[in-house]
């Protein structure tokens, strides 16, 4: 069973950054998507960025494009996204996410595809 450990959010001013880490654990991660979403206050759950685990390819949302970036390490199971020019806007709580699919290459980007979520972390910009 593959389980995921979100971390790394904290208050920053506007245009600072912040790396969040997603620890996975489990028997294998070979065809797994990974993601990372958000959800504001008194906002619905919204996709930021994606990555597949084989070969890391990416995917963002036009919100995160050019400011956000996905990464993995397969050494260390660990998914990370540095996210630079912050903007109040992105204030939210911030989720991992994992997705099992019998083809790795595809990039998954609904709420409703991912069963794997972790608790959520904090991350709060400042004007």
């Known amino acids: 069973q593959v389980r995921v450990v979100d971390s790394g959010g904290g208050l920053v001013q506007a245009g600072g950054s912040l790396r969040l880490s997603c620890a996975a654990s489990g028997p294998t991660f070979r065809n797994y998507g990974m993601a990372w979403f958000r959800q504001g206050p008194g906002k619905d759950r919204e996709f930021v960025a994606s990555?597949?685990?084989?070969?890391?390819?990416?995917y963002y949302a036009d919100s995160a494009e050019g400011r956000f970036t996905i990464s993995r390490d397969t050494a260390k199971n660990t998914v990370y996204m540095i996210m630079d020019n912050l903007k109040p806007e992105d204030t939210a709580v911030y989720y991992c996410?994992?997705?099992?699919?019998?083809?790795?290459?595809?990039?998954?980007?609904?709420?409703?595809?991912?069963?794997?979520w972790g608790q959520g972390t904090q991350v709060t910009v400042s004007s």
């Open positions: 990555i597949t685990w084989t070969a890391g390819t990416a």
């Open positions: 996410a994992a997705k099992y699919s019998m083809i790795s290459s595809i990039l998954y980007t609904a709420v409703s595809d991912y069963t794997i």
